[in-house]
């Protein structure tokens, strides 16, 4: 009964008498969340990150298995198989550098243990220009000295150069995605582990670069899992900090990967909060567009990126891991979040 609710199409139209506790009258405006897909729960398929394709399907990696599924972005849009990454047990970060050019994460991550391998990590090159008919995979760089890389930004373009944090380590990489050439570029109290984390423990994860007008300074915004932050730090071209390394946000549960809009609003996962919240830029009010913590709906909130469409780029897409191994799993699922009259993008 509960599941068949949950996949059904979620309407948390938060006028409707229907709805839902979980969410505080005055964020009852106008929040539309819909389920683009979701996971059979008891196949154990956990979702962590995702990206947009130019012309709007989304892809999804899995850290349950090390496998990435294209979905595409209607309800009910059906999941397409694209590659399993053999030799290793979970992904993580997914970013877009040239148009359909795909880079991943993997690792050897236990989703059961939360323990890592160190140097089991490498980044794959994902080819998507040929999906679905054929989809070339070439590994970019293995990293010895790492071990869990997770969320990654794209840096320059041109220069092929991505940002890669190491959720573990605490610090951020550059690398070259045409060189392979990687180096440790950003490490300061904000993105390490706060003092006295236990060996399992995630700090900084998400990561993005920020520049809000074209002769703004230019930053690094990271999340902090342990320490429950959004911090930032202001970067040169090159992509090593100029400055010293500020909190954003605080006092957040268990911050994941997030997004921001061209206003300087955060969107961000709480993964054990259970919520995908939005940060206001000017006074840091917090507004939460769905879930809760004591609630199994959006279990583990993991990601969110804009659509690309011009129908969908105001929206957000957004990941949960389901509740991996957890009673109450509701299976790894996308969810497509439209804002209504809380201004997005
Ligand atoms: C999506 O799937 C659910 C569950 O099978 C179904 O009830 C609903 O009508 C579908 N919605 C659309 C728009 O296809
Ligand atoms: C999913 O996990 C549960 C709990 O560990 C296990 O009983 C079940 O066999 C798993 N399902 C699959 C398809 O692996
Ligand atoms: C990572 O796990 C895979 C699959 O179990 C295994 O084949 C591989 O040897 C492991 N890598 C390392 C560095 O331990
Ligand atoms: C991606 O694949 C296309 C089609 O096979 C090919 O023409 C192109 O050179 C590839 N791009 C890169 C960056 O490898
Ligand atoms: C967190 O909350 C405490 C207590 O309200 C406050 O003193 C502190 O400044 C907050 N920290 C941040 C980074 O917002």
Same mark, same amino acid.
């Given at each position: =009964? ?12 938060? %006028? ?5 506790? #979980? ?11 819909? /389920? ?18 130019? /012309?709007?399907? *989304?892809?999804?990696?899995?850290? $349950?298995?090390?496998?990435?599924? !294209? ?8 999941? %397409?198989?694209?590659? %399993?990454?053999?030799?290793? /047990? ?16 993997? @690792? ?6 939360? *323990? ?8 794959? #090159?994902?080819? =998507? ?68 984390? $236990?060996?399992? $423990?995630?700090?900084? #994860?998400?990561? #993005? ?37 500020? &909190? &954003?946000?605080?006092?957040? +549960? /268990?911050?994941?990967?997030? *997004?921001?809009? +061209? ?8 993964? !054990? ?66 804002? @209504?009259? *809380?201004?997005?993008?």
């Amino acid at each position: =009964m509960r599941l068949n609710f949950l996949s059904a199409l979620l309407l948390s139209i938060l %006028t409707s008498s229907l709805c839902d506790e #979980h969410v505080t009258r005055n964020e009852k405006r106008s929040v539309v969340v819909e /389920t683009i897909h979701r996971f059979v729960p008891n196949l154990n398929i956990s979702l962590e990150n995702l990206a947009i394709r130019q /012309t709007g399907e *989304i892809i999804v990696t899995f850290d $349950s298995e090390p496998t990435i599924y !294209q979905i595409e972005p209607e309800v009910n849009g059906t999941g %397409t198989f694209i590659y %399993t990454f053999e030799g290793y /047990t979970d992904l993580h970060g997914i970013v877009e550098v040239q148009p359909d050019q795909f880079y991943v994460t993997a @690792g050897n991550l236990s989703l059961v243990t939360h *323990i890592d391998v160190l140097g089991s990590c490498s980044v794959f #090159h994902v080819n =998507m220009t040929r999906f679905p008919d054929y989809v070339e995979v070439n590994k970019v760089a293995d990293f010895p000295n790492s071990r869990i890389l997770n969320g990654m930004a794209l840096l320059s373009k041109e220069e092929g150069s991505v940002y890669i944090a190491d959720s573990r380590v605490g610090i951020v990489n550059i690398l070259n995605v045409n060189t392979g050439e990687n180096f440790v570029a950003i490490n300061n109290w904000l993105t390490n582990q706060p003092p006295g984390a $236990s060996e399992i $423990s995630n700090c900084v #994860h998400g990561v #993005h670069v920020v520049q809000l007008t074209p002769n703004s300074q230019k930053y690094l915004y990271f999340s902090n899992y342990a320490q429950g932050i959004i911090g930032r730090v202001p970067i040169h071209d090159s992509g090593l900090a100029s400055g010293a390394a500020e &909190v &954003v946000a605080g006092n957040l +549960t /268990t911050p994941e990967d997030f *997004i921001l809009d +061209t206003k300087g609003n955060i969107f961000l996962a709480l993964f !054990q909060a259970n919520q995908f919240i939005r940060i206001d830029a000017h006074t840091h009010e917090i507004t939460v567009l769905a879930g809760s913590p004591d609630s199994s709906e959006y279990k583990w909130a993991a990601a969110v990126e804009f659509g690309r469409r011009e129908s969908d780029k105001d929206s957000l897409y957004a990941t949960i891991n389901g509740g991996y191994l957890e009673s109450d799993n509701v299976g790894g699922a996308l969810f497509r979040i439209r804002g @209504g009259d *809380i201004a997005m993008n």
